[in-house]
């Protein structure tokens, strides 16, 4: 079955822009996840969305937003860009429900670059 | 908050034998969790250890202690391919992880 798929897989921006990834979770799984990489903080969760309800954030500022749709695709937004959001945002689905084990399969990522 | 520490580089041969180690600071957690990343590439789920104990899934192994608040990864007859970045991670909550600072693996021949 299909992946995880992510678009765009490269784009840049300039400070001061907005920007919008999308990730298209695999059939069934109702969890979809975001996480932020870098060298120098490495994997950083963003937000976890379940059946469009977020059901956990992480340390972002609130220029980082994201929803879920009824068919579990998922959009983050990044507004007023800053050099440091350059990175690769990586989203991941899972098939959801309580805790405990949860494995993750992520997408390729997109990779941001702000000038 | 959690704080996962693990080495920043290892390297082995191919064949070889290889623990990656991952040391944590956290109020509590439901399981750690292993993932492996080439470069250029998306994590992938290697283990997962919800008890304390070791996991085996073929050429890893994955063990947890929660009382010395430590686990590792075992990669046994190491290969080229095995090449990568290894991650440690916890499960604070429903559905997310908190990675650790990761351990690029070296193989050479």
Redesign the interface.
Known sequence: KAGVTQTPRYLIKTRGQQVTLSCSPISGHRSVSWYQQTPGQGLQFLFEYFSETQRNKGNFPGRFSGRQFSNSRSEMNVSTLELGDSALYLCASSVGGGTGANVLTFGAGSRLTVL | GQSLEQPSEVTAVEGAIVQINCTYQTSGF??L?W?QQHDG?????LS?N?LDGLEETGRFSSFLSRSDSYGYLLLQELQMKDSASY?C?V?P??????????TRLLVSP
């Open positions: 439901y399981g969790s993932y590439g998306a994590p992938t789920f997962y919800a991650f991670a499960t909550g429903f559905q997310k992880l908190v990675f650790g600072t990761g």
